[in-house]
């Protein structure tokens, strides 16, 4: 695949943009031969999370992330170094390691024992003189992209031409260094949760500010008026302020008003709920007392897998433990509230009467979004799916 990011990059704003004011068409949610130019223009060049540094410590340990039919290894080598490789063996395609985390001092393929050390090397073969055409230096395990952004892993399958993680997060580097994010260390097992929508839903509502007042009574409660939202081109920022107001649910007043201090961070940053989110598919939570990301990875066009991990530095304050259960419980109704919506919506998008929407000036992050999806595949300005085949044209 060529690099697709020349077909976009020239278009900045609205004002180049003919079809700015109008959402994605429904169609783009539930069309199996969309769906499988949007997986290859768009979620097989575009970098997704596996880990943090930290996971993956000592050598031979590894973890793994399944998609678009493809298992990617991060595995730490015996030099320290943390190298991405596909999970298939050589030989006949055997899945060489199973499960999401490991440690191996070697990859052993469990169907003839063909043997890849954690540099991707091929080291061991059994009869190897059978092969006569075999050259071992020509069949380690195929390699991966892998970037590490603040201690995050993240790896692509191939280069589209899509920014780096770094330069996607460029314009919050100084808000974001004061959280030591290298420092941070796993506090919960990884989440896998499905949902039945499309994956673009599950973004989409991420970044859209209009329904915080309407359908999250909690974040309302906490946030008053201060919640917030911004285009910057390849990332969103979203933010909201607890208010000092003392909430009237247990958990949310509770947080409110035992959240300790973190003495690395600035009072504005004390009490601020700060999200990211990286095209096309990840996002940051960042609070004062943890963070986790989430990627919503596509699986058919109307389901979704959503991947979670939380992290936080180490702190044994009673109150610090006490203050991320609470954050737990309040997001934990936040999360049961946009499932419900996005599964709503997805039916909705399914509808013959559902064309594409109108979208408002002030719908920045859906505008930018959709405005990049529109570029890479022009077919997507249209309201109505066109007739079968018309990828193949």
Not at 194 to 210: A, I, P
Request: some cysteine; aromatic content about 12%; overall charge negative.
């Amino acid at each position: 695949m060529g690099d697709l990011s020349g077909a976009f990059r020239h278009i900045s704003s609205d004002e180049v943009d003919p079809d700015a004011d109008w959402s994605l068409p429904g169609w783009l949610y539930t069309d199996p031969e969309y769906f499988a130019v949007e997986m290859e223009r768009v979620i097989r060049p575009s970098w997704q999370i596996v880990c943090h540094e930290s996971d993956i410590v000592t050598a031979g340990e590894y973890r793994t992330l399944d998609y678009l039919n493809e298992s990617v290894i991060a595995i730490r080598g015996d030099d320290g170094v943390i190298r991405s490789f596909t999970n298939v063996c050589r030989h006949r395609a055997m899945r060489l390691v199973e499960g999401p985390v490991g440690c191996a001092k070697k990859l052993v393929c469990p169907y003839h024992a063909w043997t890849f050390e954690p540099d991707g090397r091929l080291s061991g073969v059994p009869m190897k003189s059978d092969y006569p055409a075999l050259k071992l230096e020509e069949n380690g395990l195929a390699a991966v992209d892998l970037e590490i952004w603040r201690g995050f892993v993240f790896v692509r399958l191939v280069d589209g031409g899509f920014p780096s993680v770094a330069e996607m997060m460029a314009p919050f580097e100084e808000e974001v260094a004061p959280y030591r994010f290298e420092d941070m260390r796993r506090i919960g097992d990884v989440r896998l949760r499905e949902r039945q929508v499309n994956w673009k839903n599950v973004g989409d509502n991420y970044s859209d500010n209009l329904h915080i007042p309407v359908a999250h009574d909690g974040l309302t409660r906490i946030f008053g008026k201060s919640y917030e939202i911004s285009d910057h081109g390849w990332a969103d920022r979203m933010k909201g302020d607890l208010v000092d107001k003392p909430s009237a649910n247990f958990w949310e007043r509770f947080y409110q008003a035992h959240l300790p201090e973190v003495p690395h961070l600035s009072q504005e940053s004390q009490r601020r709920w700060l999200y990211y989110k990286l095209w096309p598919n990840i996002a940051f939570d960042i609070y004062a007392d943890q963070i986790d990301f989430m990627q919503w990875i596509p699986l058919t066009p109307t389901t979704s897998v959503l991947r979670e991990m939380c992290y936080a530095l180490p702190d044994g304050r009673r109150e610090m433990k006490l203050a991320r259960y609470a954050n737990w419980r309040i997001n934990r109704v936040v999360n049961k509230e946009d499932t419900w919506l996005i599964e709503r919506i997805q039916q909705g998008m399914a509808s013959q009467t559902y064309g594409a929407g109108p979208i408002g000036k002030s719908e920045v992050c859906l505008r930018s979004f959709a405005r990049k999806i529109r570029a890479i595949t022009p077919e997507a300005r249209l309201h109505k799916a066109p007739p079968a085949g018309w990828s193949k044209k």
